[in-house]
């Protein structure tokens, strides 16, 4: 059974790999090449074509603007089977914009650094890989620098995203708080989600409002990065995105340490993250929760709910092993009921869960893979199992959606996985979690 699945996860990536080298998260409902979805995607291919693995961090490094930047989607193709488009994001009003490629004006988690470092794990031939390494890894320090000169305005080694396309976590429920504070016009647009998924599965209009209303602010200001952190009415520090920025911070030092050489950037490196490991720590873990939380910077509040977002800390080594354990408890507490799978997106005992709907309540592949490997380095060896075989299980039930229902009994009488169907990332994550 495995093994026919390996063989199907395989095939997934590669009908979804395409001309311009780069990998579709999911035929129809996601034609464009995402950042992060084409780093979890080249961990999968590292396993079996290392070629293409290295092409598609090759292209999307080569998307990068001048100042650092690397947009969240690359719009390599002209397709109207997504909303919105390159037409609507216009990343050519930037002046330091790529002119090779049209994209999007915002981002997404920091996961170039240490997906370098999980090919160069996975490789066999280490010294062919550490040469493509030496190749890339210099725009992968501009864009670490990116977001510390331009993502932290009080110089805390803590960065905000400003939509919560950013987060990759797009409707969750800690974004609820923030609509409360705004009013965006009602827009006039044509979904093209919703004709691919089951539109219970994804998120309301009125959300699409918000978040077409954050881009247009950002867009009137020409992408400015200062202009946004004074103005947007989404300024977030983000558990997830700043967990996997350190992640990468220290595989950057250790792929810099094995290149040889590049004192003054290790320096760098090493400074941001001392700054940053502390003030996530300080900041961001709410000790009656038992868990990190969201910040939200424009209005100065903590966002208290627990999402999986919340354990991803354990990633990238961030919390002391005392620490560490009041997270699991929180975690194995709220989430880890033998009637359901690791681990939902948003805690199941809080009113704003919703098991069906897209990051409201479901289980996604990549948080799992990550607490998995964190749950692993922390000693939590049961848990780990655990967080690996209800990935597996739940593929094996459901095949490679986008997204699952955490609960074993779901009461429908054909149960089925969320989202889009064949999506890549769950293709590639199997296959390294496999392997
Ligand atoms: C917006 C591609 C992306 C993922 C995100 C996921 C979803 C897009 C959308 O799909 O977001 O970026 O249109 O819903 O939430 O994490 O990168 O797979």
Redesign the pocket.
């Known amino acids: 059974m495995k093994e026919d699945l390996y063989k199907k996860a395989i095939a997934v990536l590669d009908a979804n790999f395409q001309d311009g080298g780069f990998t579709i998260?999911?035929a129809g409902l996601?034609p464009f090449q995402?950042k992060?979805?084409s780093g979890f995607i080249a961990i999968g291919f590292a396993h079996y074509d290392v070629e293409k693995a290295k092409t598609e961090m090759r292209t999307l490094l080569d998307a990068q603007w001048k100042n650092g930047f690397i947009p969240?989607?690359v719009f390599h193709t002209e397709n109207d089977s997504y909303f919105p488009g390159a037409d609507f994001h216009h990343s050519e009003l930037h002046p330091l914009s790529s002119k090779r490629y049209r994209s999007t004006g915002m981002t997404?988690p920091p996961v170039t650094g240490f997906v370098l470092q999980e090919m160069y794990r996975i490789a066999d031939d280490k010294k062919d890989m550490l040469n493509f390494i030496k190749e890339e890894i210099d725009k992968v320090y501009a864009n670490h620098e990116y977001f510390y000169k331009n993502r932290d305005p009080q110089d805390e080694g803590l960065v905000y995203i400003y939509h919560n396309?950013e987060s990759?976590?797009?409707n969750s429920p800690v974004w609820d708080d923030i609509w409360k504070t705004m009013n965006p016009p009602e827009y006039d647009f044509v979904r093209k989600?919703t004709t691919h998924v089951d539109a219970s599965q994804r998120p309301s209009k009125r959300e699409y409002d918000h978040y077409l209303h954050i881009i247009d602010i950002a867009k009137q200001n020409n992408y400015n990065d200062a202009k946004i952190a004074e103005l947007s009415p989404f300024l977030v520090q983000d558990p997830l995105f700043n967990a996997m920025l350190i992640k990468s911070n220290q595989a950057l030092i250790d792929l810099y340490i094995q290149i040889g050489g590049n004192e003054e950037r290790i320096k760098n490196i090493i400074k941001w993250q001392s700054k940053s490991i502390k003030s996530f720590n300080d900041k961001l873990f709410d000790a009656d929760l038992g868990a990190y939380v969201h910040y939200d910077l424009r209005n100065e509040n903590p966002i208290r709910h627990i999402t999986s977002s919340s354990f991803s800390p354990l990633f990238a080594n961030i919390p002391s092993p005392e620490r560490a354990d009041v997270l699991v408890n929180t975690m194995m507490d709220k989430f880890g009921g033998e009637d359901k799978y690791l681990c939902a997106s948003f805690d199941p005992t809080n009113d704003r869960f919703n098991p069906r709907k897209?990051?409201r309540g479901p289980v996604w592949i990549n948080m799992n893979w990550m607490l998995f490997l964190g749950l692993k380095n922390y000693g939590f060896t049961d848990v780990a199992a655990r967080m690996k075989q209800d990935s597996i299980e739940l593929i094996e039930k459901y095949g490679f959606y986008?997204y699952f229902d955490c609960r074993k009994d779901t009461g429908d009488e054909n149960p089925t996985g969320y989202g889009g169907n064949n999506f890549s990332w769950s293709a590639a994550l199997f296959i390294d979690m496999v392997n």
């Open positions: 998260p999911s996601y995402w992060w979805d969240h989607i997404q396309w990759g976590t797009d989600d897209y990051w986008e």
